[in-house]
């Protein structure tokens, strides 16, 4: 019975956001916001899997999504391929997600900070002149000779759809409901028969690698980009802010987040540059005060719906 | 059979346990008294793996089970409850006793489910499934948090101090609730606490742990006929010799 409902509402939510993502760009011709939209609710989602099923808080999230595009301008200066690059962009960052996995026996701040300075290693590894000949260091990368923006955008609505349908998974299996015990309280968890270690690591892998796919997308739209553009720790606070907007745990929480607050971002953006990080600021400010946790809560209070 | 062989663990200067020798029946109840920190509570932690003794061995029918992570132990059928009572506070009710089954090596669907209802019911708290175990009163908290460890089919269950702040007629019940557990799970279960009425209304054997080691073993009465024991509890002047 519950189940039935979960899976109506996840069937209905992935229509939803087919017929938003085709029908959208003829209402609104503004390709690059619905691409840069789909980016990064594949990166709040997969941000999700690792802060809404567990509880860590990587502030250095950045580097998932930075190591993927470089993984992808990497295999395309290279010519691996459009298809074996886009893999290399998961693949670096699944590896990356492996270099920082000792970190996971850090708990709270200590965690988010060990992982912001992490973050900044990543940053100058990459960004560094004497590894040009791999990363092309502080002169960038160009991926111009694979750039199509049609088949950026409809792989990139694919790449979402999956991690949609992975999100899903977590929310109603028993994997899920493990890790919801070990955020709950790890030590109980631990003498219940769960490994503890083990969940944990696969939560924040699978987070790792689908963080690293968004980056992939990101770097394929630009098609040219610096450190710089992509090693930004604006997109840890995106994932943060519209994650925990919408309701961390959830399926549609991360979805509704990032279309709400990244529209409103993009509009500030496109109407008043000049206050545009500060109108930005004001409301993040605004939101962790009075709407910690997020729409999620406001649903399940005056609406009576758990949000699935 | 469980035994532990000469079990130390030391906190900085302090020795919590000092060479425990003791072993526990496949079936039937026994329980654990001593004063506050004599080390019940320690014996407990380092049996289900929360605590890595310093030196000793445990072993489970023969199998050394010393350095096992505490999620293969308690696949092995050892399961515990806690003194402050410690369910999941975000899962439901039925949740709490689901995990309890589902992550202790039993894959047969069917089999988790009927154990997940027999334990709530059995514990009698099936009204309450589907609340969240963090909006429930301190009673029903010991009821999830033991109906977790019930519902993983344990061999050997370590109940922590359950009776503390109950009155007399509720000591009563839980004492039956306690022995109707055992006789209808057929396990080995073992009551720690320091409750001398609820130990009184088990009916079975008595450790008595004194700093770091069991002191003593015998019936109820003959452990409050016990000198000794009556010093460590009441103090010198009360003890007839």
Same mark, same amino acid.
């Given at each position: 019975?519950?189940?039935?409902?979960?899976?109506?509402?996840?069937?209905?939510?992935?229509? @939803?956001?087919?017929?938003?993502?085709?029908?959208?760009?003829?209402?609104?011709?503004? /390709?690059?916001?619905?691409?840069?939209?789909?980016?990064?609710?594949?990166?709040?989602?997969?941000?999700?899997?690792?802060?809404?099923?567990?509880?860590?808080?990587?502030?250095?999230?950045?580097?998932?999504?930075?190591?993927?595009?470089?993984?992808?301008?990497?295999?395309?200066?290279?010519?691996?391929?459009?298809?074996?690059?886009?893999? &290399?962009?998961?693949?670096?960052?699944?590896?990356?997600?492996?270099?920082?996995?000792? &970190?996971?026996?850090?708990?709270?701040?200590?965690? +988010?900070? +060990?992982?912001?300075?992490?973050?900044?290693?990543?940053? *100058?590894?990459?960004?560094?002149?004497?590894?040009?000949?791999?990363?092309?260091?502080?002169?960038?990368?160009?991926? !111009?000779?694979?750039?199509?923006?049609?088949?950026?955008?409809?792989?990139?609505?694919? @790449?979402?759809?999956?991690?949609?349908?992975?999100?899903?998974?977590?929310?109603?299996?028993?994997?899920?409901? +493990?890790?919801?015990?070990?955020?709950?309280?790890?030590?109980?968890? !631990?003498?219940?028969?769960?490994?503890?270690?083990?969940?944990?690591?696969?939560?924040?892998?699978?987070?790792?690698?689908?963080?690293?796919?968004?980056?992939?997308?990101?770097?394929?739209?630009?098609?040219?980009?610096?450190?710089? !553009?992509?090693?930004?720790?604006? *997109?840890?606070?995106?994932?943060?802010?519209?994650?925990?907007?919408?309701?961390?745990?959830?399926?549609?929480?991360?979805?509704?987040?990032?279309?709400?607050?990244?529209?409103?971002?993009?509009?500030?953006?496109?109407?008043?540059?000049?206050?545009?990080?500060?109108?930005?600021?004001?409301?993040?400010?605004?939101?962790?005060?009075?709407?910690?946790? /997020?729409?999620?809560?406001?649903? !399940?209070?005056?609406?009576?719906?758990?949000?699935? | 059979?469980?035994?532990?062989?000469?079990?130390?663990?030391?906190?900085?200067?302090?020795?919590?346990?000092? $060479?425990?020798?003791?072993?526990?029946?496949?079936?039937?109840?026994?329980?654990?008294?001593?004063?506050?920190?004599?080390?019940?509570?320690?014996?407990?932690?380092?049996?289900?793996?929360?605590?890595?003794?310093?030196?000793?061995?445990?072993?489970? $029918?023969?199998?050394?089970?010393?350095?096992?992570?505490?999620?293969?132990?308690?696949?092995?059928?050892?399961?515990?409850?806690?003194?402050?009572?410690?369910?999941?506070?975000?899962?439901?009710?039925?949740?709490?006793?689901?995990?309890?089954?589902?992550?202790?090596?039993?894959?047969?669907?069917?089999?988790?489910?009927?154990?997940?209802?027999?334990?709530?019911?059995?514990?009698?708290?099936?009204?309450?499934?589907?609340?969240?175990?963090?909006?429930?009163?301190?009673?029903?908290?010991?009821?999830? $948090?033991?109906?977790?460890?019930?519902?993983?089919?344990?061999?050997?269950?370590?109940?922590?101090?359950?009776?503390?702040?109950?009155?007399?007629?509720?000591?009563?019940?839980?004492?039956?609730?306690?022995?109707?557990?055992?006789?209808?799970?057929?396990?080995?279960?073992?009551?720690?606490?320091?409750?001398?009425?609820?130990?009184?209304?088990?009916?079975?054997?008595?450790?008595?742990?004194?700093?770091?080691?069991?002191?003593?073993?015998?019936?109820?009465?003959?452990?409050?006929?016990?000198?000794?024991?009556?010093?460590?509890?009441?103090? $010198?002047?009360?003890?007839?010799?």
């Amino acid at each position: 019975m519950k189940f039935n409902r979960n899976l109506k509402s996840f069937l209905i939510l992935l229509a @939803v956001l087919i017929v938003f993502y085709a029908a959208g760009p003829q209402f609104y011709s503004n /390709g690059a916001f619905f691409e840069t939209l789909a980016v990064f609710m594949i990166l709040s989602l997969s941000f999700n899997l690792i802060y809404g099923f567990t509880g860590y808080l990587p502030f250095g999230y950045a580097a998932f999504f930075a190591i993927g595009a470089y993984g992808f301008g990497i295999g395309i200066i290279r010519n691996f391929g459009l298809v074996q690059s886009i893999l &290399m962009g998961g693949l670096f960052s699944l590896a990356l997600g492996l270099i920082f996995s000792p &970190m996971l026996k850090l708990r709270g701040a200590y965690f +988010a900070i +060990a992982n912001l300075a992490a973050f900044e290693g990543v940053y *100058y590894i990459i960004s560094n002149q004497s590894l040009a000949s791999i990363t092309r260091g502080p002169y960038g990368i160009s991926t !111009s000779s694979v750039y199509n923006f049609q088949q950026t955008y409809w792989v990139s609505i694919g @790449v979402l759809i999956f991690v949609v349908i992975l999100t899903y998974l977590f929310r109603i299996s028993n994997f899920g409901l +493990a890790l919801k015990a070990i955020r709950d309280d790890p030590l109980v968890a !631990s003498l219940s028969g769960i490994n503890v270690g083990l969940y944990r690591s696969i939560a924040w892998l699978t987070s790792a690698l689908f963080a690293g796919f968004s980056g992939a997308m990101f770097g394929w739209f630009l098609s040219f980009f610096y450190p710089e !553009s992509v090693f930004s720790i604006n *997109y840890s606070l995106f994932a943060i802010v519209f994650t925990i907007f919408g309701g961390a745990g959830t399926l549609i929480g991360p979805i509704l987040g990032t279309g709400f607050l990244y529209t409103i971002y993009y509009s500030v953006g496109l109407f008043y540059p000049l206050y545009f990080t500060l109108i930005f600021g004001v409301l993040v400010i605004l939101l962790i005060l009075f709407l910690p946790e /997020g729409l999620k809560k406001i649903i !399940s209070k005056y609406l009576k719906w758990e949000m699935l | 059979m469980l035994v532990t062989k000469g079990i130390w663990k030391n906190f900085g200067k302090l020795s919590a346990l000092k $060479d425990v020798n003791i072993e526990f029946k496949e079936k039937g109840i026994i329980a654990i008294i001593g004063p506050n920190g004599a080390g019940k509570t320690t014996l407990v932690n380092v049996i289900t793996g929360a605590l890595r003794e310093d030196s000793g061995k445990i072993n489970l $029918d023969g199998k050394e089970i010393n350095r096992l992570p505490p999620h293969a132990r308690i696949r092995m059928g050892i399961s515990r409850t806690f003194q402050i009572p410690r369910p999941f506070s975000n899962l439901t009710v039925l949740e709490n006793i689901r995990i309890g089954s589902l992550f202790s090596g039993n894959s047969n669907k069917r089999e988790i489910e009927e154990d997940t209802e027999r334990i709530m019911k059995l514990l009698g708290i099936k009204s309450i499934e589907g609340k969240q175990a963090g909006k429930l009163n301190t009673e029903e908290r010991r009821l999830v $948090d033991l109906g977790r460890a019930l519902a993983s089919r344990p061999k050997y269950i370590f109940i922590d101090e359950m009776g503390a702040g109950l009155a007399e007629g509720e000591v009563i019940s839980l004492s039956k609730l306690i022995k109707k557990i055992q006789i209808e799970e057929e396990m080995s279960l073992i009551y720690v606490g320091h409750v001398m009425k609820l130990v009184k209304e088990l009916e079975s054997p008595v450790a008595v742990f004194s700093e770091g080691s069991p002191i003593f073993q015998g019936s109820f009465e003959e452990v409050i006929s016990n000198d000794e024991i009556i010093k460590l509890y009441l103090g $010198d002047r009360y003890a007839k010799n």
